[in-house]
Nanobody
Framework: QVQLVESGGGLVQPGGSLRLSCATS????????MGWYRQVPGKQRELVAT???????DYADSVKGRFAISRGNAKNTVYLQMNSLNPEDTGVYYC???????????????WGQGTQVTVSS
């Protein structure tokens, strides 16, 4: 079993900040990458930010310069620091981990349950 547990969502005013956390646990051989995705009603889930095991990061153009993704010391936790939030950042944020459970298995994506972020005055 693999579990992803997210936390840190909530309601914040425009211009404010939030920090999301996601911890991956279970039988894990290697984590290849972790990331955050965002979904709003009626739209497809979209990439917000990702980070590889080597520390390479990628961001959606809309969040560059405002959001920062990082990994914890244990390497199974990922954070998303969100600054200068605006109403367009509102949505359900999902954590995704791309991992191998065993040395012989294929890499598979696992998703968290999602955490709501609402930016509103």
């Amino acid at each position: 079993q693999v579990q992803l547990v997210e936390s840190g969502g909530g309601l914040v005013q425009p211009g404010g900040s939030l920090r999301l956390s996601c911890a991956t646990s279970g039988t894990i051989f290697r984590i290849n990458s972790m990331g955050w995705y965002r979904q709003v009603p009626g739209k497809q889930r979209e990439l917000v930010a990702t980070i590889t095991s080597g520390g390479t990061t990628d961001y959606a153009d809309s969040v560059k310069g405002r959001f920062a993704i990082s990994r914890g010391n244990a390497k199974n936790t990922v954070y998303l620091q969100m600054n200068s939030l605006n109403p367009e950042d509102t949505g359900v944020y999902y954590c995704k981990t791309d991992l191998k459970r065993y040395s012989w298995s294929l890499a598979v994506d696992y998703w968290g349950q999602g955490t709501q972020v609402t930016v509103s005055s």
